[in-house]
């Protein structure tokens, strides 16, 4: 009987932390150093992520303003949900025809905020950049 209570405990604490376990789906928004000229840093923009959940897997996009003020969107790729964790990838168009370059991010999901680690391919085959931002719960 023991052996049972214990099973049945545990089997209830599994599924209430997955139940409680905060949503990434929804839009968020984070600010990112722009480009200014000759790759040098810009103006912030502000970047908005667009998710949605279902199970363990994560899709959407990814806006940011791009130059002459259209959106760039970016599908978000490879997402996984993990408890409070996610993970995905962005891929980038390389500029003039170049290969593309994909940024690879990992967050913490809270009720109305996501930490974010951002990491991107270094510049001319250089090392790779890690940014954090914090992403919030857009209202609109």
Do not use: C, H
């Not at 949605?52 to 996984?80: C, F, W, Y």
């Not at 967050?107 to 790779?128: A, M, N």
């Amino acid at each position: 009987m023991t052996k049972k209570l214990a099973f049945v405990s545990t089997l209830a604490l599994a599924v209430a932390f997955v139940v409680f376990a905060a949503d990434p789906t929804g839009k968020w928004t984070f600010e990112q150093q722009g480009f200014g000229r000759g790759g040098g840093g810009g103006n912030p923009v502000t970047v908005t992520l667009t998710l949605q959940a279902s199970g363990s897997t994560l899709t959407g996009s990814m806006s940011r303003p791009g130059r002459g003020g259209d959106p760039m969107v970016s599908e978000i790729k490879n997402g996984k949900i993990d408890g409070d964790t996610i993970t995905f990838t962005t891929e980038q168009a390389g500029r003039n025809g170049g290969a593309p370059t994909t940024s690879t991010y990992k967050g913490t999901v809270k009720s109305d905020s996501i930490d974010l680690e951002i990491t991107r391919p270094g510049r001319g085959g250089g090392d790779p950049t890690t940014t954090k931002v914090t992403a919030k719960k857009a209202t609109t």
